[in-house]
């Protein structure tokens, strides 16, 4: 019984989105998009026996696919630092997984409803058109980005920088009176 137990917390611990630790740019939202997009025509080329689609796909849009993962690649090191490339790696495998499980809770539904997707994606006039195409779609991401325009931002303002001062000199003038009396 804690066996099934800890099965069902750990797979339920795997399919939960994970939120980012930094907002996203455009290009760095284009890019997740991009990924799940690879990752959903990988998972149904694999499980429909289909690698000869996936292949065209890959050789089609190389120039964009690498442009969009280097994108990818900077997100990460800019969003975890040192951690980067781990964070990315995990990224792109429960991104897998996620889609993977997905299929398989389809089951042969996955590529009566996939495959259209090849023939969609190489009908697209250049790659350039891949995020919104992928953005069209019901695609599984198990990261959960904000965009940086949707992040409030703080202006300093006048007002803001001189209150800060003021408060700055009263801490500066009660430590000087602290060290004067213990004196």
Request: proline share 6%.
């Given at each position: 019984m804690?066996?099934?137990?800890?099965?069902?917390?750990?797979?339920?611990?795997i399919s939960q989105p994970v939120w980012a630790s930094s907002c996203a740019t455009p290009q760095d939202l284009a890019a997740l998009k991009v990924a799940s997009l690879k990752s959903e025509l990988m998972v149904t080329a694999l499980t429909c026996q289909d690698q000869a689609h996936y292949n065209k796909f890959m050789a089609k849009f190389q120039p964009d696919l690498v442009a969009h993962e280097k994108n990818l690649q900077a997100y990460f090191k800019r969003a975890y630092g040192r951690a980067g490339e781990k964070q990315h790696d995990d990224y792109i495998t429960s991104l897998a997984n996620a889609q993977s499980n997905a299929g398989i809770a389809q089951g042969t539904a996955l590529c009566q409803g996939n495959e259209s997707?090849?023939?969609?994606?190489?009908?697209?006039?250049?790659?350039?058109d891949l995020p919104?195409?992928?953005?069209?779609?019901?695609?599984?991401?198990?990261l959960v980005?904000?965009?940086?325009?949707?992040?409030?931002t703080v202006t300093k303002t006048k007002t803001l920088v001189k209150v800060k001062?003021?408060?700055?000199?009263?801490?500066?003038?009660?430590s000087a009176r602290i060290k004067k009396n213990s004196a």
């Open positions: 804690r066996l099934v137990f800890a099965s069902l917390a750990s797979l339920m611990m997707m090849f023939d969609e994606v190489m009908a697209l006039p250049t790659g350039a919104d195409y992928a953005a069209g779609k019901n695609l599984a991401q198990p980005a904000v965009s940086c325009a949707d992040v409030p001062r003021k408060a700055n000199s009263r801490v500066a003038t009660k």
